[in-house]
């Protein structure tokens, strides 16, 4: 890793690659869905968001639910003008601010250790991994709230199927937002944890790129 932040323009792979460097939660908690996003999903996202829509270099990013940083240091390594991450586990966090140190990319981002009601502003980009609301039904329409509420233009994550398609556009629209773009993709999950029977278990997951109705061309960040 340790190059200077700037624009850059990496094949996916090679994204991939240098994303694996960064560290996954030590202790994840299971009630939180702490899933690290995996190296090969994260890679995708941000190829999406930066090279096909141009929603990463030179904006104002924010990573919601950040866990250890992929997103928030991928963001800030493309070259984002201003990258921060956010989660309410301080262990994460640290683990975080240790990636983006050994990413040189440490004074392009802001880590906050918080629940998502503490981040007020503006920006231009959010990138969320939210829970899906297996352990705690709806968790994940609280971080579309708030990403609607912050940025112009929202990348989020969700698990696959028609029906839940429709609730979440529908959920979106009822706000005021629009689904431009899905992107499907599949999520590898290694077992973590007791409940887990599987060494690894394949989750189809859906990625909305959403407008929503903030979109402005000049978004900049206020925390």
């Known amino acids: 890793m340790g190059t200077t932040p700037q624009r850059r323009l990496v094949r996916r792979l090679d994204l991939?690659?240098?994303?694996?460097?960064?560290?996954?939660?030590?202790?994840?908690?299971?009630?939180?869905e702490q899933y690290t996003i995996p190296a090969d999903v994260a890679a995708e996202v941000l190829f999406i968001a930066a090279h096909m829509n141009n929603d990463i270099v030179d904006k104002n990013v924010v990573d919601l639910g950040c866990g250890t940083g992929r997103l928030?240091?991928?963001?800030?390594?493309?070259?984002?003008?201003?990258?921060?991450?956010i989660d309410l586990d301080k262990s994460a966090v640290r683990v975080a601010r240790r990636n983006a140190l050994n990413a040189s990319v440490r004074d392009k981002i802001q880590w906050i250790v918080g629940d998502l009601d503490v981040?007020?502003?503006?920006?231009?980009t959010v990138l969320e991994n939210p829970p899906?609301?297996?352990?705690?039904?709806?968790?994940?329409q609280k971080f579309l709230l708030k990403a609607l509420e912050l940025a112009s233009v929202v990348y989020s994550l969700h698990k696959s199927g028609e029906g839940n398609r429709a609730f979440?556009?529908?959920?979106?629209?009822?706000?005021?937002?629009?689904?431009?773009?899905?992107?499907?993709?599949?999520?590898?999950?290694?077992?973590?944890?007791?409940?887990?029977?599987?060494?690894?278990?394949?989750?189809?997951?859906?990625?909305?790129?959403?407008?929503?109705?903030?979109?402005?061309?000049?978004?900049?960040?206020?925390?």
Do not use: C
Not at 72 to 85: K, N, P, Q
């Open 132 to 140: 899906f609301g297996v352990q705690k039904r709806s968790a994940d």
């Open 119 to 124: 981040l007020h502003g503006s920006f231009h």
């Open 168 to 223: 979440i556009k529908r959920f979106i629209e009822r706000r005021g937002g629009k689904v431009t773009s899905i992107y499907q993709m599949k999520l590898s999950i290694p077992r973590m944890f007791e409940f887990h029977t599987q060494r690894k278990h394949e989750v189809k997951v859906d990625l909305y790129r959403i407008e929503s109705a903030r979109r402005s061309k000049d978004a900049s960040s206020t925390i």
């Open 72 to 85: 928030a240091i991928g963001a800030a390594f493309l070259g984002a003008a201003e990258s921060v991450g």
């Open 16 to 32: 991939e690659r240098w994303l694996q460097s960064v560290e996954a939660h030590p202790s994840p908690n299971a009630s939180l």
